[in-house]
């Protein structure tokens, strides 16, 4: 993860550059969950997380962390 400009990027290294010819721009959650997934954590944490730093319901949180995922896994970003 880069910031350039003021957006933050995801940019594939090494092997995943091979797998996945773009980069990912991440939104203010999108960054938030990032970071969280530096650390070892589950879905459901970072549903908790979301619905505590944005005010958000817990069905939409799930929501948005279910689709963050998939973009992830898509992407080759997060291991499966």
């Not at 957006?7 to 960054?31: C, D, H, K, R, W």
């Not at 970071?35 to 879905?43: A, D, H, K, S, V």
């Not at 549903?47 to 992407?75: G, H, M, R, S």
């Amino acid at each position: 993860m880069r910031e350039i400009a003021g957006e933050y990027i995801l940019i594939p290294v090494g092997a995943a550059a091979l797998e996945f010819q773009g980069i990912m721009t991440l939104n203010e959650s999108g960054l938030f969950l990032w970071r969280m997934l530096q650390e070892e954590c589950t879905e459901e944490k970072l549903v908790l997380a979301l619905t505590e730093e944005y005010e958000v319901d817990i069905p939409t949180a799930q929501a948005d962390v279910k689709k963050f995922l998939f973009q992830l896994q898509q992407n080759n970003a997060l291991l499966k």
